[in-house]
């Protein structure tokens, strides 16, 4: 039987927490690494006319929402159209956030497999959710469609017969659907509000919980507005908008620093120099 654990709500944060997570959030809107500063970037080698060359590309929120989206939402108006997901962009996803230490192995992830379910059975879902949407169903959505595409990436190996990857679907999910009520599965987090170690259970209790902590710090996160896209299609970026994507992504952010420890068990946050800068001062107005 698995052990059960007090478990323990998201908390209501201070103006301040949510303030530096809507600073690290941009950063990472515009592909930038809070912690070091540096540009998120995949390098990777290309080949034209004969001449292999070392080349990068920006990865960043906006890049992620418009590479995952734009495909689905096409997919949604017709589901005979050829438009999808690269699986070499989920390749990069994984590796850009580096979510092979949350229980994803590389020989565990059926990448085609896992599009597929995302252009078939997640897409009928959705709009057959978005015609029958309802506050009654609003978490239950997001664990249904977590679990199906869960589902569908996994499978067996030598090194593991059984799992799951709901970590990596919700992360997926986030992007592909924003105005669905996903939340990012996050180990640290997950361990933080010492929630039951039976999978199904834990995802549960975790949608339940964040869900629970954006309503009741929802009064400060709605002052937090999405930053306007540059590449991102103004639809989408609207339907990400209005559906709270954007303070999803703050209580995300403001749940792994509450939660974060070093190795000796001490709180431990990291951000780069100059958002530690934004947040400690005022803005200059003239």
């Not at 301040?16 to 950063?27: P, S």
């Not at 390749?91 to 956030?97: A, L, N, P, Q, V």
């Not at 970590?167 to 929630?195: C, E, H, Q, V, W």
Request: aromatic content about 10%; overall charge positive.
């Amino acid at each position: 039987m698995a052990k059960r654990l007090q478990r323990i709500k998201a908390p209501t944060f201070t103006k301040g927490l949510l303030d530096l997570a809507d600073l690290c959030a941009r950063d990472l809107w515009r592909g930038v690494n809070y912690e070091t500063g540096k540009k998120q970037e995949i390098v990777g080698s290309v080949v034209k006319n004969s001449r292999t060359t070392v080349a990068s590309k920006r990865m960043s929120d906006e890049d992620i929402m418009n590479i995952f989206a734009t495909p689905f939402y096409k997919k949604v108006s017709n589901l005979k159209t050829t438009f999808s997901i690269p699986t070499q962009s989920i390749e990069d996803f994984i590796s850009i956030g580096k979510l092979y230490v949350v229980n994803t192995r590389k020989s565990n992830i059926d990448y085609q497999k896992g599009i597929a379910v995302i252009d078939s059975e997640i897409a009928k879902r959705y709009k057959g959710w978005n015609l029958e949407n309802t506050e009654k169903n609003y978490s239950e959505i997001g664990i249904e469609l977590i679990k199906k595409l869960s589902e569908g990436i996994f499978t067996a190996s030598s090194l593991q017969q059984d799992g799951n990857h709901y970590a990596l679907a919700s992360r997926i999910l986030f992007f592909t659907i924003p105005d669905l009520p996903i939340y990012n599965i996050s180990a640290g987090i997950m361990l933080g509000m010492k929630l039951n170690d039976e999978p199904d259970e834990m995802l549960t209790q975790y949608v339940n919980a964040l869900q629970d902590g954006l309503e009741r710090n929802w009064s400060l996160l709605s002052e937090y507005q999405m930053p306007y896209p540059t590449i991102l299609d103004e639809v989408t970026w609207k339907r990400a908008r209005d559906s709270g994507w954007w303070q999803r992504r703050v209580l995300d952010l403001a749940l792994k620093f509450y939660f974060s420890e070093n190795k000796k068990g001490k709180k431990e946050l990291k951000v780069n120099d100059l958002i530690l800068e934004l947040f400690m001062t005022t803005p200059q107005t003239h």
